[in-house]
């Protein structure tokens, strides 16, 4: 019986499995901090911000709402990116380790979806903040903006990170 080779792991191979871990923590991290934040300005001093979760009830707000968008599509979108960024990662690391063979279109395909998916987090989070009642502008004496926070911006960015790990390294 012939003795199986073990898979040499280089310094390129390191780089790919570090950077789709630490997209995995920053989408996981993002899912877990603030994703909406309430800023507010006023002639007489600016209150600290309102900062709100993914997972936080948006009933009453969504009760006066302009838009007919929902939380329920920036969450939706918010989990499935980290679940995607999560099945890069594996695939990378797993690849990399040579557990895992996993390469062509269907790698390439994959690696984009991961890619649009995470920056339609951003754009869902940013159009449902925008439709929001609590965006007032009344000039210098009182103004409050609703807004996409870190929480957003950590999914996105986890997620185009590992799918750009798992687009560039070669899987064997």
Known sequence: MAKKKAKKVGLFDLLMML??????ILAV??????????????????PEPLNMG???????????????????????FAIVSLVL???ATALVILGKLGVLRFKGLIKL???IVVIVIAAL???FAATYAAQSPLNLDGGDLVSTSF??????????????VSGV????????
Do not use: H, R
């Open 29 to 46: 991290v993002g899912i877990c901090v603030p994703f909406f934040t309430q800023v507010s300005k006023t002639l007489f001093g600016d």
């Open 19 to 24: 950077m789709a871990a630490v997209g995995l």
């Open 85 to 87: 960024t999560a099945l």
């Open 121 to 123: 987090v951003i754009t």
């Open 54 to 76: 993914l997972f936080d009830d948006y009933s009453a707000l969504e009760a006066v709402m302009d838009g007919n968008m929902t939380i329920t599509l920036v969450m939706a």
């Open 109 to 111: 395909l994959f690696a």
């Open 147 to 160: 807004l996409p926070a870190t929480g957003a911006y950590l999914v996105m960015a986890g997620g185009v």
């Open 165 to 172: 790990a798992l687009l560039v390294s070669k899987l064997k």
